[in-house]
């Protein structure tokens, strides 16, 4: 009669799921071993749908892996490696204990050691797959190349990083694929598009790191081992297909230039090729000598038609962009970040040099004439040149992100700066858009022509400006609008102490006419209203939670719109027009 | 054997015109082969003067006073130290050698020069600290065991000062504490100190720079140096390394030890993704999900923002005072007037090890993300215009009642309206003027009122406490009013008087007068009276939750009552009449039980889902009902479909406490405690297939809110589109 009884967990999602402590028994790994492999090979856990089937009944918090991923890390052959290792430390640890000499200097020779060379290969089987995950790699190393080598971690582990990231900038600067840099408050951001991947990254401020004590530096050693394999591999990749030798070489030609007179400084000959390098002031020598870079002309396809035409516009401007201080000649004073500025000048095609003190590879002196541009953090300086620019370095950044040459009068010496804009925001329609992005947006449709700006009268600004809040007023009335089809909209109207409501007009004020529109108005409000009382329960809850979304938002546009500063901004833009 | 007594003495005498001190050391030795010299000064022994057997022999290199002064001496004083001690000024060591003979020589006494004479009065005592002698006129015993006196007068200074100047040997004087004596150094035993003083040896003779002798020669010799023949076993194998080796050819063949790796000779990085093998790629690749990137930095995260995303004081003390976890931005955003003035972030390294943890200790998942247009989630209903006629607005308000009005019931022919209150009266309007044409005063609040539908009957019943009342309001066409009073009068009492639940009382005199006809007396408090739709049975509620007598059913025309349940199923809340059939609908707490009067059974138990029924309609059809309830739902049934709801609105936002079905237009009304009257279009087809269509039309406001009451009865006009409402601010309103 009957089967066996069916046992309770023993099939479905019950034997799906594993949780990390069996996963570890299992692999027979200690915790922090059994973290590093799951760094290693990308291995998260999971969310079960239900917590309770899976978890035997027990609503314990615990952390599940799926079984696939832990059978999974079974085949890895680097368990092995870890396992040797921990046999090695053993060994060791006793030799020493025994004070066996030989024994010590054979062990170590025998020091079993990995390479994740496969696991990169098996976790990103195509180069894009890991060019398109190269992000927090990036950041990680530029981290850890400013490090101090006090002990945190490895010194080869902050030499390689710092290797690395000047291969990655001196790559970046000769594919000129830099496309947006941003000062904030954390460090530079920097997107380049590479591949046509874009990647971001982010580089601290050059300051010695105040080491928090909170903080695992194992596991972070630990991604940045998986990354700085990722990451050379992804260098050479790179390198190969611009040609150049990999590990670069400076150009023969900038090579003899750079001879410099505090070669005998450096103990290592590398020491100072690493810091050539990352002088970033000279090109890189290629494979195959070849010309500069040849126009690759787009082919045409008649059939495409207009895409075809937006395409090359497209192209076009990146083309430009590329060459946006190309002949011009900056020099960097002492106190303005160098890597940083040298980087971004070199990325599109500006000559670039600084104090032979501050570090080498400077090619040119300040008493240069031909300088048009020098880059001067100081509210004040003493000799001036009569033929250049002396600029914030602010300046180089808002143009990169502007696409275009700003005019220099805002950013002169000891004025007062222009607010430094996200060039990460893409304003949609209801957003908020501060109005230097406006007035930004304005200047490169050519609306106001950069070098006659100086010479415009005040009162033409005047009137631009109220043009401009004109502008503003209109978009705000136009939003009004669109508010009026939100019905919960009188609600929004009451946080907004200083807006004017548009209130019900009375009939004995506008005409007929009006009335109607208005009566037809409020009659569709309750159509809505009515029909959103006959919506399903859940249909109801995802309307409410959007339309709070919604609401959210033109609240905090709302906010900003009507911040107390604004006024203030104002009197400063005129101030520093008055100073031109 | 030999002994050599050292002695040095500190003494304060001159040399080279300072005083220096010396001290006396004994020193035994007693090897008589090698010249190894004792060292040990800390050794000391005390007995020095039982050196009878000396052989000087061997002294010559210790002491160059013995050669000099003679051989015989029975006792020899050697000084040979290369002692710490140390002068601050001229960091000379001096060390006295004093000899016998010239311990002797005292500055008062001359030299003794005969040698075999035991003149020596040395001290016996040894070498103790001399202070313990201060107190006692001697200094010590000599060899006789006499007492060594001191001398009768101390040097002072100025004794001290003058000898200085005086005395032309005073740099040569040193002064012997075992003995209290003064001993000055002889031309010898000056320049042995001379020679010390510069590092010399102590013997004149000895030349330190003697031919060295080679003891091995260092030329290579073709013989032996031994003639012994060779062991055997030089010329066997060893058998321990024979066994050594064949361990370690052992563990070679078995491959236990390893040649030394060669250097790795493959770069680091390569060309990983040469071969691109799309067949490698592993099926759970398909399945990754990569992580979500960083999120980009907005305005806000500049270092020189927009003035108006910097935080106001008061925003910046709220930043300051959430949770790190609640925060909405992460960081106060700053501003900075110029690039060099922007600080280190102190956590950057902390944001991103959170990364690092977010990447390998984060479920990930994919979401879809509902992208809907929150328009297209609105249903689409038919325009309310379209199902026109339904009252809009608020026409007439009836005002005469002095406190919340339970409940109204508007008369057949829609000229008359009652309402009963809690003021303890039942009030008549005329509907389209808003008049009230009569006020009768009952005794209690009263809970409910309904007008009889027959339209050939004037009567409407109202309850109040345990009492039933039927009035005959006498409004209206005479001819009904008076019908109605005949009906009343020509009953007949049957023959045999049944025990009945309630009594039938006819009223007479000034109640008569009044319009009161009949009082039915209940045996508990009435809630609810509700009339059938032929106008002759009459239905009273009582609830309570122990009886079984809860319902109660009267027959007008033959004063007849009878309770239709013998089981209690509940509180009732209310009951209703189905308008066609002989069905009963009771509605408990949360069901609403349909009987069957005639085969008297159940035929339907309706689950509302709701917690608390508060009030009941039929449709005027009798295949649908509504149901009111106290958590702010109507639930509206298909008695074709099923025994759930086939809908539930919550359009209210309060409790509702009143609903009605229009006897006519397809309308329904809701009214609830959050003071509005919500009118529905609630189309029911003939056609079964077809769902009933419910559409919101209208709400209606205009009931204030007294006490957390609303609205607390709905009813519509029998013919005209109109709903009336009572509301607990005494007031009744007409919509049209």
């Known amino acids: ?580 | 054997m030999r002994t050599v007594n050292l002695e040095s003495q500190k003494n304060g005498t001159m040399s080279k015109a300072k005083e220096k001190s010396a001290k006396k050391r004994v020193v035994e030795e007693d090897d008589d082969q090698l010249p190894i010299f004792d060292k040990d000064v800390t050794e000391k022994k005390a007995g020095e003067e039982d050196d009878a057997d000396l052989s000087d022999s061997e002294e010559s290199v210790f002491s160059g006073l013995e050669d000099s002064e003679s051989d015989s001496h029975d006792e020899e004083e050697d000084a040979e130290e290369g002692d710490d001690e140390e002068d601050d000024d001229d960091a000379v060591i001096l060390d006295e050698i004093l000899t016998k003979s010239s311990g002797v020589e005292t500055a008062t006494e001359p030299p003794a020069t005969d040698k075999n004479t035991p003149t020596d009065i040395r001290n016996t005592v040894g070498n103790i600290p001399m202070e313990w002698y201060q107190d006692y006129p001697h200094i010590g015993y000599n060899l006789d065991g006499k007492k060594i006196f001191k001398p009768i007068r101390n040097k002072d200074e100025l004794d001290e000062f003058l000898d200085k100047m005086e005395n032309p040997d005073y740099w040569r004087t040193v002064h012997d504490k075992t003995t209290a004596s003064d001993i000055r150094l002889s031309d010898e035993q000056v320049d042995l100190v001379h020679r010390l003083q510069k590092g010399q040896f102590g013997d004149v003779n000895f030349n330190e720079y003697e031919p060295s002798v080679d003891f091995f020669t260092n030329e290579v010799m073709i013989h032996p140096v031994t003639n012994r023949p060779q062991d055997k076993r030089s010329f066997i194998p060893s058998l321990i390394e024979k066994e050594k080796v064949s361990k370690l050819v052992h563990a070679i063949k078995m491959g236990w030890i390893k040649p030394r790796k060669p250097k790795e000779t493959t770069p680091q990085y390569y060309d990983l993704w040469a071969k691109e093998d799309p067949n490698a790629i592993l099926g759970r690749h398909k399945m990754h999900v990569p992580a979500p990137k960083m999120r980009l930095p907005g305005h806000e995260e500049s270092y020189n923002p927009p003035p108006e995303y910097l935080l106001t004081e008061e925003e910046r003390m709220a930043w300051e005072q959430q949770d790190a976890e609640d925060r909405k931005l992460p960081f106060l955003p700053q501003k900075h007037s110029c690039l060099r003035a922007v600080p280190a972030f102190s956590r950057f390294i902390h944001e991103r090890f959170e990364r690092c943890l977010d990447l390998y200790l984060c479920p990930r998942q994919r979401k879809m993300r509902v992208n809907v247009n929150p328009e297209d989630l609105i249903p689409k209903l038919p325009k309310p215009k379209d199902l026109q006629p339904f009252p809009t607005t608020m026409s007439l308000v009836y005002i005469g009642h002095s406190s919340l009005v339970r409940s109204i019931s508007a008369s057949p022919t829609g000229q008359w309206l009652v309402s009963g209150s809690d003021d303890c009266t039942v009030r008549f309007w005329e509907v389209n003027t808003g008049r009230c044409m009569k006020t009768l005063e009952v005794g209690g609040a009263v809970k409910s009122v309904a007008w009889n539908p027959n339209p050939a009957v004037c009567l409407v019943a109202v309850c109040f406490e345990s009492t039933v009342l039927l009035l005959n309001p006498g409004l209206g066409d005479r001819l009904v009013v008076s019908s109605t009073d005949q009906l009343i009068t020509s009953y007949e009492p049957p023959e045999e008087d049944k025990e009945q639940a309630v009594t039938w009382a006819l009223s007479e005199g000034p109640e008569h007068d009044n319009g009161h006809r009949l009082t039915l007396t209940h045996p508990k408090a009435v809630k609810q009276v509700v009339w059938h739709g032929k106008g002759d049975y009459l239905a009273s509620v009582m609830p309570d939750n122990s009886s079984n007598l809860q319902v109660l059913i009267h027959q007008v025309s033959k004063r007849r009552t009878q309770n239709p349940f013998r089981k209690n199923k509940g509180l009732v809340q209310c009951v209703s009449f189905h308008p066609l059939r002989p069905y009963f609908f009771v509605a408990t707490q949360r069901y609403v039980r349909v009987y069957n009067l005639i085969k008297q059974e159940l035929t339907k138990k309706l689950m509302t889902n709701c917690k608390w029924i508060s009030s009941m309609a039929i449709h005027p059809g009798g295949d649908n009902l509504i149901c009111g309830s106290y958590d702010c739902r109507l639930a509206w049934f298909d008695l074709d479909l099923s025994t759930k709801p086939y809908k539930m609105l919550r359009h209210h936002k309060k409790a509702l406490r009143g609903v009605a079905y229009h006897k006519h237009y397809p309308l329904f009304a809701s009214g609830a405690d959050d003071g509005s009257v919500i009118i529905c279009h609630g189309m029911v087809y003939n056609d079964l297939l077809q769902n009933p269509l419910i559409v919101p039309v209208k709400v209606l406001k205009g009931h204030q809110i007294t006490h957390d009451l609303g609205v607390l009865d709905v009813t519509f006009h029998p013919t005209q589109p109109w709903v009336f409402s009572s509301g607990a601010d005494a007031t009744i309103r007409l919509f049209t």
């Open chain 1, 1 to 580: 009669m009957g089967g066996l009884q069916k046992k309770k967990y023993e099939r479905g999602s019950a034997t799906n799921y594993i949780t990390r402590n069996k996963a570890r028994k299992k692999l027979q790994l200690s915790l922090a071993d059994f973290r590093r492999l799951c760094i290693l090979k990308g291995i998260y856990p999971h969310e079960p749908k239900h917590k309770k089937k899976v978890n035997k009944g027990s609503t314990a918090p615990r952390t599940f892996y799926l079984f696939k991923d832990i059978r999974f890390l079974l085949h890895e052959p680097i368990v092995r490696k870890f396992r040797e290792y921990k046999v090695f430390v053993r060994k060791l640890r006793k030799a020493y204990g025994k004070a066996e000499w030989t024994g010590v200097e054979r062990l170590r020779d025998n020091k079993p050691g990995y390479k994740l060379d496969h696991i990169i290969k098996e976790r990103y089987p195509t180069f894009i797959d890991a060019l398109r995950d190269i992000d927090d790699a990036l950041s990680m190393c530029f981290l850890f190349s400013t490090f101090a080598r006090t002990g945190k971690c490895h010194v080869q582990t902050i030499t390689l990083c710092r290797r690395l990231t000047v291969e990655w900038m001196n790559y970046v600067v000769t594919s000129r694929s830099l496309r947006k840099v941003f000062l904030s408050i954390k460090g530079i951001y920097y997107q380049a598009e590479v591949l046509g991947q874009l990647i971001t990254w982010l580089v601290p401020y050059q300051f010695a790191h105040d080491h928090p004590t909170d903080v695992d530096y194992r596991v972070m050693a630990t991604f940045t081992e998986m990354y700085t394999t990722l990451f050379g591999f992804i260098n050479f990749r790179l390198y190969q297909t611009l040609n150049l030798v990999y590990p670069p070489k400076l150009d023969s030609k900038a090579e003899s230039e750079l001879k410099a007179e505090h070669e005998e400084d450096y103990a290592m000959d590398s020491e100072s090729y690493l810091e050539k390098l990352s002088a970033l002031s000279a090109s890189l020598a290629r494979v195959v000598a070849t010309a500069e870079e040849e126009e690759n002309q787009l082919d045409l396809f008649p059939t495409e038609g207009e895409n075809m035409q937006a395409r090359e516009k497209e192209q076009k401007e990146q083309e430009a962009q590329k060459r946006l201080f190309e002949g011009l000649k900056f020099f960097l004073n002492r106190e303005v970040p160098r890597e940083s500025l040298a980087f971004i000048l070199r990325c599109f095609g500006a000559e670039v040099s600084w104090d032979k003190s501050l570090c080498i590879g400077g090619t040119y002196e300040v008493t240069d004439e031909t300088i048009t541009h020098q880059i001067v953090d100081r509210p004040d300086m003493d000799k001036q040149y009569i033929n250049r620019y002396y600029i914030q370095p602010q300046w180089v950044f808002d143009s990169v992100n502007a696409q275009m040459r700003l005019p220099v009068e805002d950013y002169f010496l000891g004025t007062t700066l222009p607010p430094h804009l996200s060039p990460f925001v893409e304003e949609k329609d209801g957003d908020y858009v501060p109005p230097e992005k406006l007035k930004l947006m304005a200047l490169q449709r050519g609306e106001k022509p950069g070098k006659s700006r100086a010479e415009l009268d005040s009162e033409e600004e005047d009137e631009e400006e109220e043009d401009e809040e004109e502008e503003e007023e209109d978009d705000e009335e136009e939003d009004d609008v669109d508010d009026e089809e939100l019905t919960e909209e009188k609600n929004l109207k009451k946080m907004e102490g200083t807006r004017v409501t548009p209130g019900k007009v009375k009939p004995w004020e506008t005409g007929s006419v009006g009335n109607k529109v208005r009566l037809e108005q409020e009659e569709k409000a309750e159509e809505k209203r009515l029909a959103i009382m006959m919506m399903k329960k859940k249909e109801k809850y995802l309307y409410d939670k959007i339309m709070f979304g919604k609401k959210r938002t033109t609240r905090e546009v709302s906010s900003l719109r009507c911040a107390p500063a604004k006024p203030t901004r104002h009197i400063t833009c005129h101030h520093s027009k008055v100073q031109t």
